[in-house]
C-alpha cells in the first residue's frame, strides 16, 4: 500500500516535487525529459544503449529537436541519464517512449513495448503512474501494462494509477512538447485523473478522455487523417496529370477555402516513422476483430505505388526526348522523408532511387542534411552543392529543404522533375522544370 492516498498523491503530482522517470530516450523521450527538466521536475532518464546514455550526460544530443544547450540546462537542472533500470524505481511517474515499428510483413513489432513493459514489471512500486505513449492499436496499455504492475504485486488504483498518453512531435517543428495540448486516458477513472494532474505539469494543456483506449485511438486517428489526405491527393495528381491540369495550382486555388477545406500535397510517397506505419496498427488489430479498414488499405496502396508513378513520370519524359532511364544520371535531391530535417527513415526518396537505379540510371544525390556517410551506406554517391551539377542529365526533386539553390539546380541540370512543388512555391519559372 503506498503511504500516500490517492487525494495526498493526486495533489502531489498536481502540485508538489516529484521525479519523471522516462523509459526511452528517443525523439520523444528526450524532449519530454527535457521538458520535465525545464518544469522544475526532478528526471531520470533510462536508456537501454548506454553509448546513448553516455553522450547525454555528456551533453551531447541525438535528437535534432533537442539542442545541447537544452540538454547542459536539463543536466544543470540536475536530470540524470542511465542505464541501469533499478535507478526508475526513484521515479514517482514512468513515462515509456520506446519504438513501435511495424515488423517484416507490415504487423505490429511490440517487441519493445513488450521490454518497457518487463522493465516496468521489475521497478514499479507504490505510488507510480505508468503512462505508454509509444503509438499502438487500441488496447495495448491494459494488454500490456496491467499485467506488468500486476505481476509486481501491485494494485490498480490502489498502489498504481496506468494511463496512455500519444506523443505528438512533429519533428523539425518549432512547436516545443509543453506547448503542444496532450491527450491523457487511463485504464481507470481515477488513473486518467492522476495522469491528467501528472501531465499538467509537463504541458500547458491537458485534454482528458474518458479511456486509455480512447487515447489510443485519438493518435491513430490523428495520422490515418493525414495518410488517407495524403494518399487522396497523390491520385489527384494522377488524375490531374491525366487532363493536363497543373495539381499544384489546383491545391493552392483550393486552399484559399477559409473553411472545410486543408490543404494536402502531393509528393513521391509518404515517409517517417508515423504517417506510413501507424494506420498499420489500427488496420491489423480491426482485421482481427473482422472489422474492415478500407480508407486505410487503399491509401496504403496508393502512398506505397508513389515511388512507381514518379518513376513511370521520369521515363516518359526521358523518353519524350528519345532517352531511357538505363545509361541516364540522375541526381536526387533531398533523401530525407520531409524537409530540413536529416531522418530518412521509411523515406521514399530512396524508393524512387532504388527504382531508377533498378532500371540503370547512373545515380547521385544531393541532400545538405543527411551526412555522406549515411547516404553512402545506402550506396549512393554523395554530390556537394558546390560541385558541377552540369554533369547530370536530369535532377529529381524529392524532397523540398529550404537550403538548396533550386535557381542554380535549374540553371546547372539540363531537365529537372518536382515531385514537392517547390519550383511553383517560390516561383521560380525555368523552361526545364516539369512538375508532378
Ligand atoms: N507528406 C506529403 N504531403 C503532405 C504532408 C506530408 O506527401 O501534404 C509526406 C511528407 O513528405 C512525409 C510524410 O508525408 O514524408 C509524413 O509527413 P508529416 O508532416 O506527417 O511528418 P511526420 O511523420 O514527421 O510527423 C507527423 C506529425 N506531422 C504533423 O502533424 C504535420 C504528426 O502527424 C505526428 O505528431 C507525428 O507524425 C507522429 O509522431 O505521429
Same mark, same amino acid.
Given at each position: %500500500?503506498?503511504?500516500? #492516498?490517492?487525494?495526498?498523491?493526486? $495533489?502531489?503530482?498536481r502540485?508538489?516535487?516529484?521525479?519523471?522517470?522516462?523509459?526511452?530516450l528517443g525523439y520523444?523521450g528526450?524532449?519530454?525529459a527535457?521538458t520535465?527538466? @525545464?518544469?522544475?521536475?526532478d528526471?531520470?532518464?533510462?536508456?537501454i544503449?548506454?553509448?546513448?546514455v553516455a =553522450?547525454?550526460d555528456?551533453?551531447?544530443?541525438?535528437?535534432?529537436?533537442?539542442?545541447?544547450?537544452e540538454l547542459?540546462?536539463?543536466?544543470?537542472?540536475?536530470?540524470?541519464?542511465?542505464?541501469?533500470?533499478?535507478?526508475?524505481?526513484?521515479a514517482?511517474?514512468l513515462?515509456?517512449?520506446?519504438? @513501435?515499428?511495424?515488423?517484416r510483413?507490415?504487423?505490429?513489432?511490440?517487441?519493445?513495448?513488450?521490454?518497457?513493459?518487463?522493465?516496468?514489471?521489475?521497478?514499479?512500486?507504490? +505510488?507510480?503512474?505508468?503512462?505508454l505513449?509509444?503509438?499502438t492499436?487500441?488496447?495495448?496499455?491494459?494488454?500490456h501494462?496491467?499485467?506488468?504492475?500486476?505481476?509486481? +504485486?501491485?494494485?490498480?488504483?490502489?498502489?498504481?494509477?496506468?494511463t496512455?498518453?500519444?506523443?505528438?512531435v512533429?519533428?523539425?517543428?518549432?512547436?516545443q512538447?509543453?506547448?503542444?495540448?496532450?491527450?491523457?486516458?487511463?485504464?481507470? $477513472? =481515477?488513473?486518467?485523473?492522476?495522469?491528467?494532474?501528472?501531465y499538467?505539469r509537463?504541458?500547458?494543456?491537458?485534454?482528458?478522455?474518458? #479511456?486509455?483506449r480512447?487515447?489510443?485511438?485519438?493518435?491513430?486517428?490523428?495520422?490515418?487523417y493525414?495518410?488517407?489526405n495524403?494518399? %487522396?491527393?497523390? $491520385? !489527384?495528381a494522377?488524375?490531374?496529370?491525366?487532363f493536363?491540369?497543373?495539381i499544384?495550382?489546383?491545391?493552392?486555388?483550393?486552399a484559399?477555402?477559409?473553411f472545410?477545406?486543408?490543404?494536402f500535397?502531393?509528393?513521391?510517397?509518404?515517409?517517417?516513422?508515423?504517417?506510413?506505419?501507424?494506420?498499420q496498427?489500427?488496420?491489423?488489430?480491426?482485421?482481427?476483430?473482422?472489422?474492415?479498414?478500407?480508407?486505410i488499405?487503399l491509401?496504403?496502396?496508393i502512398?506505397?505505388? %508513389?515511388?512507381?508513378?514518379?518513376?513511370?513520370?521520369?521515363a516518359?519524359?526521358?523518353?519524350?526526348?528519345q532517352?531511357?532511364?538505363?545509361?541516364?544520371?540522375?541526381?536526387?535531391?533531398?533523401?530525407?522523408?520531409?524537409?530540413?530535417? =536529416?531522418?530518412?527513415?521509411?523515406?521514399p526518396?530512396i524508393?524512387v532511387?532504388? !527504382?531508377l537505379e533498378?532500371?540503370?540510371?547512373?545515380?547521385?544525390?544531393?541532400?545538405?542534411?543527411v551526412?555522406?556517410?549515411?547516404?553512402?551506406?545506402?550506396?549512393?554517391?554523395?554530390?556537394?552543392h558546390a560541385?558541377?551539377? @552540369?554533369e547530370?542529365?536530369?535532377?529529381v526533386?524529392?524532397?523540398?529543404?529550404d =537550403?538548396?539553390?533550386?535557381?542554380?539546380?535549374?540553371?546547372?541540370? $539540363?531537365?529537372?522533375?518536382?515531385?514537392?512543388?517547390?519550383?511553383?512555391?517560390?516561383?521560380?519559372?525555368?523552361p526545364?522544370?516539369?512538375?508532378?
Amino acid at each position: %500500500m503506498t503511504t500516500d #492516498t490517492y487525494q495526498d498523491r493526486l $495533489e502531489r503530482f498536481r502540485t508538489g516535487r516529484w521525479t519523471a522517470g522516462v523509459i526511452g530516450l528517443g525523439y520523444v523521450g528526450l524532449p519530454l525529459a527535457v521538458t520535465a527538466a @525545464s518544469r522544475g521536475l526532478d528526471v531520470i532518464g533510462f536508456d537501454i544503449d548506454p553509448r546513448r546514455v553516455a =553522450a547525454l550526460d555528456g551533453g551531447t544530443s541525438h535528437v535534432e529537436d533537442v539542442t545541447d544547450e537544452e540538454l547542459e540546462a536539463a543536466l544543470a537542472a540536475g536530470a540524470r541519464f542511465t542505464a541501469d533500470e533499478a535507478h526508475l524505481r526513484e521515479a514517482d511517474a514512468l513515462f515509456i517512449a520506446v519504438p @513501435s515499428p511495424l515488423g517484416r510483413n507490415r504487423q505490429p513489432d511490440m517487441s519493445f513495448i513488450e521490454s518497457a513493459a518487463a522493465t516496468v514489471a521489475r521497478v514499479a512500486r507504490p +505510488g507510480q503512474l505508468v503512462s505508454l505513449e509509444s503509438t499502438t492499436y487500441p488496447g495495448t496499455t491494459e494488454d500490456h501494462l496491467l499485467p506488468a504492475v500486476r505481476s509486481a +504485486g501491485l494494485e490498480l488504483d490502489r498502489d498504481v494509477w496506468v494511463t496512455f498518453s500519444p506523443e505528438r512531435v512533429d519533428p523539425g517543428n518549432v512547436l516545443q512538447t509543453g506547448d503542444i495540448p496532450k491527450v491523457v486516458g487511463g485504464v481507470s $477513472e =481515477a488513473s486518467g485523473a492522476i495522469g491528467a494532474a501528472a501531465y499538467g505539469r509537463l504541458v500547458d494543456n491537458v485534454h482528458l478522455v474518458s #479511456t486509455a483506449r480512447a487515447a489510443e485511438l485519438t493518435k491513430l486517428l490523428e495520422n490515418t487523417y493525414r495518410a488517407v489526405n495524403i494518399a %487522396m491527393v497523390n $491520385e !489527384l495528381a494522377q488524375v490531374a496529370h491525366a487532363f493536363d491540369i497543373d495539381i499544384w495550382e489546383v491545391v493552392g486555388a483550393a486552399a484559399t477555402k477559409p473553411f472545410g477545406f486543408q490543404p494536402f500535397y502531393p509528393g513521391p510517397g509518404v515517409g517517417g516513422h508515423c504517417i506510413p506505419l501507424d494506420p498499420q496498427f489500427l488496420a491489423w488489430r480491426a482485421r482481427e476483430l473482422r472489422v474492415t479498414t478500407r480508407f486505410i488499405d487503399l491509401a496504403e496502396d496508393i502512398n506505397l505505388h %508513389m515511388p512507381d508513378y514518379v518513376t513511370g513520370r521520369i521515363a516518359a519524359l526521358l523518353n519524350e526526348r528519345q532517352r531511357s532511364i538505363a545509361g541516364t544520371r540522375i541526381l536526387g535531391v533531398g533523401v530525407a522523408y520531409k524537409p530540413n530535417i =536529416a531522418d530518412d527513415r521509411e523515406s521514399p526518396a530512396i524508393d524512387v532511387l532504388r !527504382l531508377l537505379e533498378r532500371r540503370g540510371a547512373e545515380l547521385g544525390v544531393l541532400d545538405p542534411h543527411v551526412p555522406p556517410d549515411r547516404l553512402e551506406r545506402h550506396g549512393f554517391t554523395a554530390t556537394e552543392h558546390a560541385d558541377d551539377l @552540369s554533369e547530370w542529365d536530369l535532377a529529381v526533386v524529392l524532397t523540398d529543404h529550404d =537550403a538548396i539553390d533550386y535557381a542554380a539546380l535549374a540553371e546547372q541540370v $539540363e531537365l529537372v522533375f518536382d515531385t514537392r512543388g517547390v519550383y511553383r512555391r517560390k516561383g521560380i519559372d525555368a523552361p526545364n522544370v516539369v512538375s508532378l
